[in-house]
């Protein structure tokens, strides 16, 4: 168990529709990633969060969008779902700033967009 | 995006076998991680290398970066059907946002 929560674990939803994911890191753990695993594009970083500011933006669409709130869970939120947005999305946490500080990832969401 | 060579991609062996997986790109990264990751669960880090030529030993796994920080290599001597899994190598540079994974290798060890 490496601490990091993420619900809901499955999700099943229609083509257009939003979705939120939550993240809840390690306690103490300032820094969130989230990243997107698929089987055509491998593992992909999307985002990370410190301390409830964005620091660094990876391959997200701009129909994602995430955040993290002052008791530092963190959403991502996907709209205009498409069929290629089926993907395990995983977020991680790490205490500090630094991308290649240890980042303890959570079991992920298996999201299924029919 | 920089981009993560990771190779072979699928890797299927005997236990007792020796194995590497290589991981390379043309940029330079500040660093660069291994993780393992097993079905229905998140990665988890081996390792992190962080000096160009930079040897780095776990148990039978044995983890080096490249004197230029542009490739890593992770063997695994004597391998045993616990070390199954997928392997995933991820680099970064100084500046943010440049996270790349490798496409994963998958490593399957038969009894």
């Known amino acids: 168990d490496s601490g990091v929560t993420q619900t809901p674990k499955h999700l099943i939803t229609a083509t257009g529709q939003r979705v939120t994911l939550r993240c809840s890191p390690r306690s103490g753990d300032l820094s969130v990633y989230w990243y997107q695993q698929s089987l055509d594009q491998g593992l992909q970083f999307l985002i990370q969060y410190y301390n409830g500011e964005e620091r660094a933006k990876g391959n997200i669409l701009e129909r994602f969008s995430a955040q993290q709130f002052p008791d530092l869970h963190s959403e991502l939120n996907l709209s205009s779902l498409e069929l290629g947005d089926s993907a395990l999305y995983f977020c991680?946490?790490?205490?500090?700033?630094?991308?290649?500080?240890?980042?303890?990832f959570g079991p992920g969401t298996r999201l299924t967009v029919l | 995006t920089q981009l993560l060579e990771q190779s072979p991609q699928f890797l299927s062996i005997q236990e007792g076998e020796n194995l590497t997986v290589y991981c390379n790109s043309s940029?330079?990264?500040?660093?660069l991680q291994w993780y393992r990751q097993e079905p229905g669960e998140g990665p988890v880090l081996l390792v992190t290398v962080v000096t160009g030529g930079e040897v780095k030993k776990l148990k039978r796994l044995t983890f080096q970066f490249g004197d230029a920080r542009k490739d890593s290599s992770l063997h695994i001597t004597a391998a045993q059907p616990g070390d199954t899994g997928l392997y995933l190598c991820l680099a970064g540079g100084t500046s943010y946002g440049k996270l790349t994974f490798g496409q994963g290798t998958i490593l399957t060890v038969h009894p």
């Open positions: 940029s330079v990264f500040s660093s």
């Open positions: 991680a946490s790490s205490s500090r700033l630094s991308w290649s500080d240890t980042q303890y």
